[in-house]
Nanobody, 121 residues
């Protein structure tokens, strides 16, 4: 069983930065970040494998960076150049599936409670 706890959300002006953290208890092979805005489907943002391989959604490439600290069993999402359209609830997720890099919600079986990110301006 994997338990995930996110932190680091908040409100920021357009162009600003935030760093999200996800602490995992229990072993997680691959971890990812998803987001869901009101009235929209949950979408994949970025994911990272245990060996450090990463994948990103096109809409965050060059702005967001996913990383991990294996010693702390924690994954981070550094978000720079934030835009109002990045406003959403951000969820940490974990999976043991090899298809982690496809960023499909259905492939991730473990989820955190979410942390709100609001970008104004």
């Amino acid at each position: 069983q994997v338990q995930l706890v996110e932190s680091g959300g908040g409100s920021v002006q357009s162009g600003g930065s935030l760093r999200l953290s996800c602490a995992a208890s229990g072993y997680a092979y691959s971890m990812g970040w998803f987001r869901q805005a009101p009235g929209k489907e949950r979408e994949g943002v970025a994911a990272i494998d245990s060996d450090g391989s990463t994948t990103y959604a096109d809409f965050v490439k060059g702005r967001f960076t996913i990383s991990q600290d294996n010693a702390k069993n924690t994954v981070y999402l550094q978000m720079n150049s934030l835009k109002p359209e990045d406003t959403a609830m951000y969820y940490c997720a974990a999976t043991a599936k090899r298809e982690w890099w496809l960023l499909r919600r259905a492939d991730f079986g473990y989820w955190g409670q979410g942390t709100q990110v609001t970008v104004s301006g």
